[in-house]
């Protein structure tokens, strides 16, 4: 079946570039998101891809994805102490169900 | 703008005891979903709903029930909670399938001892 996976934890200092990864199973999902969820929160959309897409820059954030290795990264530019968060990639089901798959979630933390 | 909004926050429950979750959306879409969100395993799909009157079984459904009777509130409810479902639930809608936004809630923290 479907299945999405990231590492559970990264720490970088703030100013510097952080790279969160993802893998998924589904080649036959059109898109790929990223979320953020900050503590106590509900999760809110950062940014998505189209599968046919290969890299999608919005400010501080550069998506990228490689459809052949199944993998799709997320890299925050200047990296700041409010940045801290828990950061969740999500396939879409095949199909038009709007039906999400997530991954487990990559815990950010932003050191000053 | 209230968006998504679910009640209670917070409910703690004895084993064998019932509740309902309410989630309500202002927004008028039309998908609906419910998951729940455990340490490690990020956020798994209990149920989900595609229009008023339709629900369908997600990734983890058993023991639980919903129902959308109303096209703004989906109800997701425990007959006969287990500590296996501690948990955090988050409701979220969608104004359609693919390539639409989904807007969470803010979550409902269960706790059953």
């Known amino acids: 079946g479907e299945d999405v996976e990231q590492s559970l934890f990264l720490s970088v200092r703030e100013g510097d570039s952080s790279v969160i990864n993802c893998t998924y199973t589904?080649?036959?999902?059109?898109?790929l998101y990223w979320y953020k969820q900050e503590p106590g929160a509900g999760l809110q959309l950062l940014t998505y891809?189209?599968?046919?897409?290969d890299m999608k820059q919005d400010q501080r954030l550069t998506v990228l994805l490689n459809k052949k290795d199944k993998h799709l990264s997320l890299r925050i530019a200047d990296t700041q102490t409010g940045d801290s968060a828990i950061y969740f990639c999500?396939?879409?089901?095949?199909?038009?169900?709007?039906?999400?798959?997530f991954g487990q979630g990559t815990t950010l933390q932003v050191k000053p | 703008n209230a968006g998504v909004t679910q009640t209670p926050k917070f409910r703690v429950l004895k084993t064998g005891q019932s509740m309902t979750l309410l989630c309500a959306q202002d927004?008028?879409?039309?998908?609906m979903y419910w998951y729940r969100q455990d340490p490690g395993m990020g956020l798994r799909l209990i149920h989900y709903?595609?229009?008023?009157?339709?629900?369908a079984k997600g990734e983890v459904p058993d023991g639980y029930n919903v129902s959308r009777l109303k096209k703004q509130n989906f109800l997701l409810g425990l007959e006969s909670a287990a500590p296996s479902q501690t948990s955090v639930y988050f409701c979220a809608s969608m104004d359609g399938g693919v390539n639409t936004e989904a807007f969470f809630g803010q979550g409902t923290r269960l706790t059953v001892v």
């Open positions: 709903s595609v229009g008023e009157g339709t629900t």
């Open positions: 589904d080649s036959s999902s059109t898109y």
């Open positions: 927004m008028n879409h039309e998908y």
């Open positions: 999500a396939e879409s089901y095949s199909g038009n169900t709007g039906k999400l798959i």
């Open positions: 891809i189209f599968s046919n897409m």
